[in-house]
Each structure stands twice: as structure tokens, then as C-alpha cells.
């Protein structure tokens, strides 16, 4: 074994080393940041803060605080803050025994089947909630729902009677709260995996029994994730659009959401109007995720991993099954009766018809593969699903892996840029958008870049966390030891930092392209007759109560999602999803 | 095969952090010499100096005559051809094992069946052979650490650097793998760096050992010298039990303590210090007035028993001593025991009585 051998091509051989010198991207990278966020993030929100104090040209224009004053002093426009705050607590509430107790019991007992609730419940954020809503008038509307048809058949009563009625606020709630009990036990089941079994052991051995050591010890040490859960779910309930739209509107009740898409869609200029409207839910919702934040510590964005390791789970003994039959209908309302129902409509000519032979067709995707207006926005829905997807990730890898390797000066304040529209309610965004992007000299309004910005802006947040997060698992020290193997800073980014990274960046460009493709509160206020995308579309359809196509639709953009899932799953394994929370 | 130089190399983190305080070093060819402190002080920074993986603010590094890192200049790792373990091990989990420990041979120019050659041999050095194609995830701690091993050693390296490579194994492997280190380096004889806060295992493993403190060197020397012969307090009592007793020289023989007592002990040209180190084991117990002999010979004190435990094949005693402020820890034969309250006559030869500085 020769010295040649281990000589390092380019190794000095005497005199003095060579400089290397190092060149600072400070400047170019802070630019091109500054740029974004001023325009995804500042200049929205400032066109929407000027617009709030401005009567529209057509009338004096000029500084006013008019539109505040109507905005909070009229009572049909101040109803739908009291309804709004009223479905937050109701819904937050709710979702918080539901998600809370599921996750005690996924966590702590011997449940059967632990992981199918688990896995149930991460899956029905695959069901977009305004689907989700359409497909619960199917099943639980006054005449014409199936549940009702069938209690009625089942103990002979008349045509009258009627169990449910989802047309109502306690409707709108229960429909609410499926989607948002999710949020809840995913931040209570990773607080409750993060606390030592050790601890929950010691309080038994000191004689404390199950459901003592529960509210003693238990309870207290989870406190942070529940309120977390609690304000998540509430949130949720405050910002929705679609649920409101599908079945408040009809019960002749306006949420702040529809409210406010109602000034934007009016026939006289409420731009200022709808700005001062949108103040209060801005305000409330960025100052909710930041007490979030705050509350849940650095570690605001839980996983549904954490170290659970070995724990002796509680014997739930007799009640091992009921308790099990319980967990399952939340997710059998949210994800099994809603699909059904929407499977089993699109293939109905008359949704009245019942199940029967002579009722069924397949009329109804056949229109909407047919018609111009639905090919076109199930085109646009991909598009945008792809450019915000692409978009949003490549933003959010390079700024994390800048902030992460600290290439730059100032580095430490990325992560905040980065994350700085969380909390923006997306129809909020779109009123800021449509402020700044309809005058010249940036006219965007009209194309689908406007739509394009909403949803970058909208999940840049959601793509920074993840690939963050993948950063955050490379140890330092894999690339240094490539280096000192002796490769130098691009094969080490070949060889190592990309194949490592690269599971990240293909999570969190699923995990922006999934909810990309049913965007409806920021889309439904930005598109025109060219960009219309699927959920706008649906709703339309809802509108003129096409409900066949509707299904099909909704089925449609389904298995579009499960594809995308599926694609994940293969390419990522199964742990993607768990950075969704 | 090198020898390195480190020369008043000076590393400042932030404005004020002296990770590494103007430290001197010479390492021989072939020779494995460990940085031993407690957490903090520098070791893994001075690492990562000879590494390259971060500049000095002053003072130079220089391996076989060429400066490779100085105040202006650094030639980057990749050019330095040393090889690191590193404390995580920074095994690559796409990489399967051979693949791993194969990686670094491209970069000499060693491709094909000669590089499968040396991957090959190596992996059986470490005793992986028959695991090759498995992947990192698949393996335990110590075989993570048997690969990190193969792949530092299969290039050949001028240098090996080792930040304490042991410490997230469990004990009984932990004591395993120190002897084979030992082993591998007689093997390849690779000029190494090995940093540990354990001192037992910078005994085993290093021909020296030198002892850093805040940034700073305290004492380099052969493991039987840091231990015998220590130079400062802080090595004394980071080495080893000691007890060490504050006072003065009163003659090149004699060291009085604080409180009176005298103790003998043997000149050293010159040697200053305020303190003596007496090794627990070094002093020896009778029974009260035992004949232990001239007393010009050696020290002999008479004390009686504050504590005794015992251990099997030891008895750790605390004996109080007239003369004394702190009571002497006394490691004794069992054979013999004194309970509590006995009184006892200690010895302690002239050569037992190390005179080290405070600083
Ligand atoms: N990158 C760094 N930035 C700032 N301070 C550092 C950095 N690396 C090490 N230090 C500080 O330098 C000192 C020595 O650290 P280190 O060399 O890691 O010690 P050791 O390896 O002996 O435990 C410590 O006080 C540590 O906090
Ligand atoms: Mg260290």
C-alpha cells in the first residue's frame, strides 16, 4: 500500500494552503424573500387594510370609517358574527370530547384495532367538507335522506316524521365537527404519546387507580395539546366556507364566510365594506394560531408520531367492544355514509328513485365529461394543484435548507417569513388579493395566477414545516463524514443531502397538491367564468340543485385525491400523511 | 501516515467563547494520542480544526511540514485525506454497508473489483463480513460503530479522528470496542486523534493522553504519567480519586499543609505548586501504633476512622488526620478492616506525594 495511493487528487504538497473564498448569497436570497412575502403576504394584507378605511370611487371616495361602522352596526351583517362565534365554541367543543376521548383510548387501551381508528381518522380529511356536506343531504335530509326513509320504514311511520334534519345550525354543527375532530386527536394523541408512561406508572403504584391517574396526571400534563386541539377545531369551524354555504345559506343563516363572499359578489362596489367585515376574523384567526403556538410551546406543530414505546394499555374489559362501536361512528359519519351516498347518487338518475335497476345511469358522468365548462375546471383544478404544489415546495425546500445549514446572515428569521401566512383565513386572502391584484398596474384578476398566489400563500406554510421537518432529521454529521471521505460540498448535496431530503420534498408536495385540488374558500371569491376550478363548480351545480352531477363530480375529485395518496404511499411510505396535522 | 503540528491555534465562537485558547500540540507519526476533559472544553472543537471542518482565528495547523488550516486559509476537508468517526457514527441509511464503507474509494481513484477487494477486507478486520448488503437500519449500535470503523480505515487515511466514538454504546460493549480500537490502530498505525471525556478509555486506548481544560492543555504525558505524575489539581482530580491537600513548600522535601501537618516527599528539581495529590491507594493502614518502620523513610500519620465501606476486594476509608482540614479517602486491604472509630496509623511513601499547581 503505496502513499500514492492515498493521495487526494488536488491535496496541497507544500507552501501555504490557497484561500478559498466564500461567496456571501446574503443579499441576493433576502431580496428574493423580501419580494415573495411582499407579494403573497404584505401587500394583500395591506390593500385589504387601506381598503377598510376607503368609500368606493363611485361614491366621495376618500378616508372614512364607514365601513366599519356599517359593518358592526347593522344587524343583518352583524348576526353573522354572533352565528360565527357561537358555531366556533359549539364546534370546538365538540370536536374536542370527540377527538380527546378517541385519542385517550387509541393511546392508553386495549382497544381493538387500534390503528384502523388511527388511520380512519387521518383519512377523512381525503373527503373535502363541502362533499362531505352535500353527501349528508343525501343522507339526512328532511323528506329525501336515506336515514330518514329508513327509521320511517323501519317502524312504519309516516312520511311526516322525520329524525334528522341537516338544514339547521345543529345540522351545520354535526356536519362542522366531522371534519374538525380530526385536528383534535391528532395534537392530543401526540401529547398523550409524549408523556412518559413512567410518569402515569408512578401515580399508579402510588396507589392512584385508572381514571384517578387520568385526571390527576394525565389530564394536566395533556391540558396544552387539548386547548391546542380546541382552538385548531374552532379555527377550522370560524374559517370553513363550504360547510355554511351548503347548508346555512338555505336555512337562511349567513356565517361571516358567506357573509362575506356575499359584499364580493354583490352588484354595488363593497370592497371596503367586505375589508372592514374580514378585520375581526383576521385578527381573531392569526391571533388564535398564535396563542396555539405559544400554548404548545416550540414544538407548535405535532406529529402523530412521538416516542410512544412500550406502555401496559388500560384493560377496558366489557366495555372492550361497545367502546369500539363508539369510536367507529364518527368515522363511518365522516368517511364511509358520506362516500356511499356520493357513489351511489352519481350512478342515480332520480335521487327519490331508491336503489332500483331502473334508476340507475351513468348520465351523470357522462355529462360532466361532456360538458366544456366542467372539462375545463377539472384542467384548471390540475393545473393549479400542480404550480402550487411545485410552487409552494420549492420555495419552502430552498429557504428551510437555507435556514437549516445557516448559509446566510440572518437565517433565524426564514422559518418566521416562511410561516408568516399561517393563520390567514384563505377568504380572507382572497379579499387581500383581489384588492391588490385586480388594479393596474398588476392585473392578475381574471387569470389563474391570482388563484395561483392564493394557494401558494395559503400552503407555503404547510410545505416549510415539512420540508423543515426532513431537514431537521439529516444529522450534520452525515455530511460532514462525506466530506472528510473526501467529496466536496456538490457531490456531498448528490450523494447524500438530496436522496435524504428528497422523501420531504415529495411529502410536502403531495401534501400541498391534496388540498390544492378542493381549494374553495379563496378560489370561490377569485374565479371567473375562465377559471373556474372543481369545487367551485360543485358548488355552482349545488346552486342549481344539480346533485346527480355533483356526486359524480365529487367522485371524481375523490379517487383524483387517492390517486395522489397512493402515489405518496409508494414513493414516501406510509408516514406522509402524519406531517398533515 | 503524518505528523501534525498544532500551533498556538486559537478558535473564538460568537465575541468571547475561547473554545479553543491558543493550544500547542505535537503528534508523532503513527501515534494515537486522545484529548481527555470534561464536556466543554474543547475537545470536539479542536477536532474539528484538524478536520477543517471550521477555521481558526489564529495559530496554524500543519501536517507533515504543509500549513493546512491558518488564520486566512483552510484547505477543506475533502483535501486533507483524514477520516473521522464521528459521535452519531453518520452511517448513511440509503447506503447499505458495503456501500458505505466503498464510498470513499472513488474519490482515490480505487474503482471496481479492486475497490470490492478492500471493502471486502476490511469488513472482515471489523469482523462484518457476512453483513455487507444489509442496511444501516438493520444493524445494532456496535456493529453501526464496526462500519464507521471500516469506512474511516478502507481509504487509508494520513490522519483518524475520533470524537468519542464510544459513548452511545451501552458498558459491556462500550469496554469491548476500546480494545479494539487499540487493536486496529496496532494494526494500521494510523496517526490518530481520539477524544473521549473517560478517562479509562483514554488509558486504554492512547500511547498519550492530553488533558484539556476550559479551551486550554493541563498536562500531556503517557496515560502512566497523567496518572502518577499529574501536573495540575484539575488533572489530579479528573485522572482518579485523589485527595488533594492545600499548603506550601517549606523545603525542596517537604510540603507543610494549611492546617500543620508535614508531609515528605520527593525533590524535583524546581517543581512549584501549591498542593499536594495523594492517590487513595497510595496510603497505606495498620492498626493503632503498628512498628511500620523508619519514619525518615516515609510519611506516617496517626488518624482515626469517620467512615469505612466496604467493598469486597477494597475498603474505602475517610481517615481524620491532626494537621489536616479534610479527612484523607484511604483505599485499604479488607483483610484487615477497621470499623468506625478506630484509631489507625497511616503510611505513605515519599513517591506518593505529588506536588501539583492550583492552576
Ligand atoms: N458552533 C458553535 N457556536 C458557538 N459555541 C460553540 C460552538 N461549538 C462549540 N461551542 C462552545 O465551545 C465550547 C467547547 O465546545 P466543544 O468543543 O464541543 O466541547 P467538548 O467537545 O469538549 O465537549 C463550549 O463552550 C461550546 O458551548
Ligand atoms: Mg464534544
Redesign the pocket.
Known amino acids: 500500500m503505496t502513499q500514492d495511493a492515498q493521495q487526494l487528487p488536488g491535496m496541497i504538497s507544500g507552501g501555504e494552503p490557497s484561500a478559498t473564498k466564500k461567496f456571501d448569497y446574503t443579499v441576493i436570497v433576502w431580496v428574493v424573500l423580501l419580494i415573495l412575502l411582499i407579494i403573497l403576504v404584505a401587500n394583500p394584507i395591506f390593500q385589504l387594510f387601506k381598503e377598510s378605511f376607503f368609500v368606493s370611487e363611485d361614491e366621495a371616495g376618500g378616508f372614512t370609517f364607514q365601513n366599519y361602522i356599517d359593518a358592526f352596526e347593522t344587524d343583518e351583517y352583524y348576526k353573522p358574527m354572533y352565528i360565527t362565534m357561537m358555531l366556533a365554541i359549539s364546534v370546538g367543543s365538540i370536536s374536542l370530547v370527540v377527538g380527546a376521548v378517541m385519542a385517550w383510548v387509541v393511546s392508553r387501551t386495549d382497544i381493538p384495532f387500534p390503528n384502523l381508528i388511527r388511520n380512519g381518522i387521518l383519512a377523512s380529511f381525503v373527503t373535502p367538507p363541502f362533499l362531505g356536506a352535500i353527501a349528508w343531504i343525501f343522507l339526512a335530509g328532511q323528506n329525501e335522506g336515506w336515514l330518514n326513509k329508513w327509521i320511517r320504514g323501519l317502524f312504519g311511520l309516516s312520511d311526516e316524521f322525520y329524525l334528522f334534519d341537516i338544514f339547521t345550525m345543529k345540522g351545520v354543527i354535526f356536519a362542522m365537527s366531522l371534519y374538525t375532530f380530526p385536528l383534535v386527536f391528532i395534537v392530543v394523541l401526540a401529547g398523550l404519546n409524549n408523556i412518559s408512561s413512567d410518569v402515569e406508572d408512578a401515580a399508579n403504584v402510588a396507589g392512584g387507580g385508572t381514571f384517578h391517574t387520568m385526571f390527576s396526571i394525565t389530564l394536566p400534563l395533556v391540558a396544552p395539546s387539548l386547548f391546542a386541539g380546541f382552538i385548531l377545531a374552532a379555527l377550522e369551524a370560524m374559517i370553513l366556507f363550504g360547510i355554511p354555504a351548503v347548508l346555512a345559506i338555505p336555512a337562511g343563516q349567513h356565517t361571516m364566510t358567506t357573509q362575506l363572499r356575499a359584499f364580493m359578489v354583490s352588484e354595488d362596489d363593497l370592497l371596503g365594506l367586505a375589508s372592514a367585515y374580514a378585520m375581526p376574523m383576521l385578527i381573531l384567526a392569526v391571533g388564535m394560531v398564535w396563542t396555539r403556538g405559544i400554548v404548545l410551546g416550540r414544538r407548535g406543530y405535532a406529529t402523530v408520531g412521538g416516542k410512544g414505546g412500550q406502555r401496559r394499555p388500560q384493560k377496558l374489559g366489557v366495555w372492550r367492544i361497545p367502546i369500539f362501536v363508539l369510536c367507529m361512528i364518527p368515522l363511518v359519519c365522516a368517511i364511509v355514509l358520506p362516500a356511499m351516498a356520493l357513489l351511489t347518487t352519481s350512478f342515480m338518475k332520480n335521487l327519490g328513485g331508491g336503489l332500483v335497476w331502473s334508476n340507475l345511469t351513468l348520465w351523470n358522468y357522462h355529462f360532466i365529461l361532456t360538458n366544456d365548462a366542467v372539462r375545463e375546471s377539472i384542467y384548471n383544478t390540475i393545473m393549479l394543484a400542480i404550480m402550487a404544489a411545485t410552487g409552494a415546495t420549492i420555495v419552502a425546500a430552498i429557504s428551510a435548507f437555507i435556514a437549516q445549514r445557516k448559509l446566510i446572515r440572518g437565517h433565524e428569521y426564514i422559518g418566521f417569513m416562511a410561516t408568516a401566512p399561517i393563520g390567514i383565513p384563505g377568504i380572507v386572502l382572497a379579499v387581500g388579493l383581489f384588492a391588490a391584484y385586480t388594479k393596474q398596474p398588476f392585473v392578475l384578476y381574471g387569470t389563474l395566477w391570482i388563484m395561483f398566489l392564493a394557494y401558494l400563500t395559503k400552503y407555503l406554510p404547510l410545505a416549510y414545516q415539512t420540508s423543515n421537518a426532513g431537514l431537521t432529521s439529516i444529522h450534520p454529521e452525515l455530511e460532514e463524514s462525506c466530506r472528510i471521505m473526501g467529496a466536496n460540498r456538490l457531490q456531498v448535496f448528490k450523494d447524500v443531502t438530496v436522496p435524504l431530503f428528497k422523501t420531504a420534498v415529495i411529502a410536502s408536495w403531495i401534501l400541498v397538491f391534496m388540498p390544492s385540488l378542493r381549494e374553495l374558500s379563496a378560489s370561490v371569491l377569485l374565479w371567473t367564468t375562465n377559471t373556474k376550478v372543481i369545487s367551485v363548480v360543485i358548488v355552482d351545480f349545488y346552486e342549481e340543485t344539480l346533485l346527480g352531477p355533483i356526486s359524480a363530480l365529487g367522485v371524481l375529485l375523490l379517487l383524483i385525491t387517492l390517486v395522489a395518496i397512493a402515489v405518496g404511499f409508494r414513493l414516501v411510505g406510509r408516514d406522509f400523511m402524519r406531517s398533515a396535522g | 501516515m503524518a505528523v501534525l503540528d498544532l500551533k498556538g491555534l486559537l478558535k473564538i ?2 465575541t468571547d ?1 475561547r ?2 485558547d491558543e493550544i500547542d500540540l505535537h503528534i508523532e507519526h503513527g501515534e494515537l494520542i486522545s484529548l481527555l ?10 477536532l474539528r480544526l484538524v478536520a477543517g471542518f471550521i477555521d481558526p482565528n489564529a495559530g496554524e495547523i500543519v501536517m507533515d511540514g504543509d500549513v493546512v488550516s491558518n488564520a486566512n486559509s483552510v484547505i477543506p476537508p475533502e483535501r486533507r485525506n483524514m477520516s473521522m468517526i464521528f459521535q452519531s457514527y453518520a452511517i448513511w441509511p440509503h447506503k447499505t454497508v458495503s456501500q458505505n464503507v466503498g464510498y470513499g474509494l472513488k474519490f482515490r481513484g480505487i474503482t471496481g473489483a479492486e475497490a470490492d477487494k478492500r471493502v471486502k477486507s476490511l469488513l472482515s478486520v471489523v469482523q462484518m463480513d457476512h453483513l455487507g448488503a444489509r442496511y444501516p437500519s438493520e444493524l445494532s449500535g456496535g456493529q453501526q460503530q464496526r462500519v464507521a470503523l471500516a469506512r474511516a480505515l478502507v481509504v487509508e487515511p494520513a490522519v483518524l479522528l475520533l ?1 468519542e466514538p464510544l459513548s452511545n454504546l451501552d458498558a459491556n460493549l462500550r469496554e469491548e470496542m476500546r480494545f479494539e480500537i487499540r487493536r486496529l490502530h496496532d494494526e494500521f498505525n494510523i496517526t490518530s486523534i481520539y ?1 473521549t ?1 473517560d478517562q479509562a478509555e483514554a488509558m486504554v486506548t492512547s500511547d498519550r493522553i492530553c488533558v ?1 481544560n476550559s ?1 486550554k492543555i493541563e498536562q500531556v504525558g503517557k496515560p502512566s504519567d497523567i496518572y502518577d505524575i499529574p501536573a495540575t489539581k484539575f488533572v489530579a482530580e479528573f485522572v482518579g480519586v485523589t485527595n488533594s491537600i492545600p499548603g506550601k513548600i517549606s523545603s525542596p522535601e517537604l510540603f507543610e499543609a494549611n492546617d500543620g501537618a508535614k508531609f515528605m516527599m520527593n525533590a524535583d528539581g524546581g517543581k512549584t505548586g501549591e498542593l499536594v495529590s495523594i492517590r487513595p491507594h497510595r496510603i497505606h493502614v495498620h492498626a493503632e501504633n503498628a512498628d511500620v518502620g523508619g519514619a525518615d523513610a516515609q510519611n506516617v500519620l496517626d488518624g482515626e476512622v469517620t467512615r469505612g465501606y466496604y467493598f469486597g476486594s477494597t475498603v474505602d476509608y475517610l481517615v481524620k488526620v491532626p494537621g489536616l482540614e479534610e479527612p484523607l479517602r484511604v483505599i485499604g486491604d479488607p483483610h484487615q478492616f477497621f470499623g468506625v472509630g478506630s484509631k489507625v496509623r497511616l503510611t505513605i511513601e515519599k513517591a506518593a506525594v505529588i506536588l501539583v499547581s492550583d492552576s
Open positions: 465562537f460568537g467563547v473554545a479553543v476533559g470534561p464536556s466543554g472544553c474543547g475537545k470536539t472543537t479542536t470524537d477524544v471525556h484539556m479551551g
